[in-house]
C-alpha cells in the first residue's frame, strides 16, 4: 500500500468515518482507518485494501501506538466525536460533558500533534477536521456539544495561521444534520428519540458528507478549502428545518 499517499480515518468505524475512508480508497488513497471498534474498521478495511488500528483518541498511550504504525501520512482526517445529552446548563452532567471535550476536542489535539511530523515530511500534508454547524452557533441544550464544536474548530482555525509556509492544508468540514449513529449515541440508544431528529425532513448521508471531504482532499496542493459548511436543504441553522407532515 506504500506507493499510494496515506491517509488516516478516525472514528472510521461508523457513519462519516466509515464513508470517508471509503471515498477516499476511490479516490486513490491507501487509508488507515482507526477507532475503539477495531473490528468494524477491520471489515471496512478489507473491502478498500486498508488497514485498520485500534484506536482510542481519549487515550494517550492509544494514540502514541497508532501514531508508531504510520510513519508516513498525507492525510488526516479527524472525524471521532459526538454527542452525549441534550440537557440545559442547569442540569448538565458533567461527565458527559467530559466525553465530548475530551473526545472531539483532546481527541483532535493528540491525533494532530501525533501526526503533524508525518504531515509536514510529506511534503503535501492536510488535515481535514469534522466539527459542525454547533461549531459556529448555540442552540438551548445544546452548551455541552456546542462548546466543544466551537473549540475544535478554534483548534483547528489556528494551525491554519501556525502552519502558514508549511506543506500542510486545513480544511474544517461543518456539517449539519447528518443521519447516522449520532442521535443514538447522543441519546444512549434510544432509537425512537434519535428517529425523531430526522422525522419528515431529508437529512444528509454520511456520503453526501463523504464526497465532500475526498473533494477537498483532491483539490492540487496549493488550493486549501478553509470552511465547508454542508446542510440538507431542509435546514437553515442549527435548530431551524423545514418538517413535511408525516
Ligand atoms: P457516528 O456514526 O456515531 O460515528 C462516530 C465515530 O467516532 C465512530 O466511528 C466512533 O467509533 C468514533 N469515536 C467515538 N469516540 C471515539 C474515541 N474515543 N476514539 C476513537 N474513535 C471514537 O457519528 P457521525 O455522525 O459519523 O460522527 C462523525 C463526526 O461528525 C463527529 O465528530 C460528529 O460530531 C460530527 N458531526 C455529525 C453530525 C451528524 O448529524 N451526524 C453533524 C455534524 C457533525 P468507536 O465507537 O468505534 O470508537
Known sequence: MTDRPVAVVTGASSGIGATTARALAAAGFAVVLGARRVDRCAHIAAEIDGIAVRLDVTDQESVDAF??????????VNNAGGAHGLEPV????????RWMFETNVLGTLRMTKALLPALVASG????VTVTSVAATEVYDNGAGYCGAKHAQSALHRTLRGELLGQPVRLTEVLPGLVETDFSLVRFDGDAEKAAKVYRGLTPLSADDVAEVIAFAATRPP??????IVVKARDQATATRTYRRDT
Open 90 to 97: 442547569a442540569e448538565a452532567d458533567v461527565e458527559a460533558w
Open 124 to 127: 503535501d500534508g492536510h488535515v
Open 222 to 227: 496549493h488550493v486549501n478549502l478553509d470552511q
Open 67 to 76: 501514531a508508531a504504525a504510520v510513519p508516513d501520512c498525507r492525510l488526516l
